[in-house]
């Protein structure tokens, strides 16, 4: 049987393959006149992003970390403030906050979605609480209805962490579907390269609809500076170049239909896990999920052997995140403890990330999902 090729979690060249003829022309014009940073590429995909996701601005930054941090700063948060998020992240949502001076302050997360429990924040709030900053995890939305509720009457601003959402909607209860990056006072994204819309660069962008905090973060973005030798406020260096600038452009309109691709290859491994003793993703009626990680759940005792059966099969896989944020040792000057957020302790110790990308195969799912079967038929033993 010739069935022994690696299944990746995710194949970037075949995403490459789709825009690699238009972008060297791209790249080779902009190298040619040596216009490398915020330039026209730069110009033209803030507006293409910000018409894309509804929002009257986009700003291109250096990275999606970056991007958190100078929301964050044009939303006024300053040392000594609290801000509200989620142990169950990546990383740099909280270190964002850490570096702003605020206080990351942590809640538990829905156990279907793995999003933002947003009954939680409520119990959350103190007098030092400024926003709240809600992950739209692995491509599912935050329900974001309530938490706008509640910004609304204790005057607090929402900051999303669109980073791995590019394309995902959200149902508001009045029935109309928004994009998410556009729920908020402004939203974070990255496009580092593995994510829904990535270039090949670090590079990351902050949507809203406020005009003051596009205007704050275009001036913090280039050192505070409102011509070239007057430094307004306090920035730092933070500029989307050309080069990825080019790459999003070529991508964009490729986002939709490489989201729809994740949809059908996410219902096909649903559809193949039915029977088993696993978790698979959840889509609520009010949420369009875009699947930038297929992550189910296992039982504990299962999940490393299952991992190590699927590996010695060929199939690649992952775990996000095995250590919630709370409990990592950077976090310990905060003083959580195991036991605070047990729905983000236990989904940590169950997930498995599988293959997910628009180039995956249905045959590949069907790899996957039988080597899974197999796994659980045999007892598990491996
Ligand atoms: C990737 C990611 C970031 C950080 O983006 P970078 O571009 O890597 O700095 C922030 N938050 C979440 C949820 C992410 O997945």
């Known amino acids: ?23 060297l022309g791209h790249w080779q014009e902009i190298l040619n006149r040596m216009h490398l940073f915020l330039g026209p590429n730069v110009q033209a995909f803030e507006k293409e992003f910000a ?25 006024g948060v300053e040392p000594g403030d609290e801000v509200i998020t989620v142990s169950f992240t990546f990383f740099a949502t909280i270190e964002a906050i850490w570096h702003v001076g605020a206080r990351p302050v942590l809640v538990d997360i829905d156990p279907e979605t793995y999003t933002m429990d947003v009954d939680a924040v409520e119990s ?14 692995f491509g599912h939305p935050v329900d974001m209805a309530p938490l706008q509720r509640l910004a609304a009457r204790h005057d607090l601003w929402i900051l999303e962490d669109a980073a791995q959402a590019h394309g995902a909607r959200y149902r508001d209860p009045e029935g109309s579907w928004k994009m998410v990056g556009a729920l908020g006072d402004a939203a974070a994204f990255s ?18 609809s406020r ?19 007057t430094h307004a406020r306090m920035g730092t260096n933070s500029r989307l170049d050309e080069l990825q600038a080019a790459v999003l452009r070529l991508k964009l309109p490729h986002l939709n239909a490489w989201n729809e691709r994740r949809r059908v290859l996410a219902a096909r491994y649903t559809e193949g896990f039915r029977g088993l003793p696993i978790h698979t993703p959840v889509e609520r009626d009010w949420a369009h999920h875009v699947y930038h990680l297929y992550v189910i759940r ?46 983000t302790e236990q989904v940590a110790r169950e997930v498995i990330t599988l293959p997910m990308h628009p180039f995956l195969k249905d045959e590949e799912v069907d790899r996957v999902v039988e080597a899974v079967r197999a796994y659980f038929t045999s007892g598990g033993q491996g």
């Open 1 to 23: 049987m010739n069935d022994v090729s690696t299944i990746p979690l995710v194949d970037l060249r075949a995403q490459y393959r789709a825009i690699e003829k238009d972008l």
């Open 124 to 137: 959350a709030l103190s007098s030092r609480t400024r926003g709240i900053l809600p992950v739209h995890l």
């Open 51 to 75: 018409a894309y996701l509804g929002v009257r601005h986009h700003l291109g930054v250096g990275s999606g970390t970056e991007a958190l941090i100078l929301a964050l700063q044009a939303l």
């Open 298 to 343: 296992v039982p504990a005792e299962h999940r490393d052997a299952l991992r190590e059966y699927l590996h010695t099969r060929g199939i690649a896989t992952g775990v996000h995140y095995p250590i919630p944020s709370h409990l990592q040792p950077a976090m310990a000057p905060l003083g959580y403890r195991e036991g605070q957020l047990p729905v």
């Open 191 to 208: 496009f580092y390269y593995t994510k829904n819309l990535g270039a090949f660069g670090e590079a990351g962008g902050i949507s809203t």
């Open 211 to 229: 005009d003051d905090v596009a205007e704050t973060v275009r001036l913090l973005r280039v050192h505070g500076q409102t011509d070239k030798y």
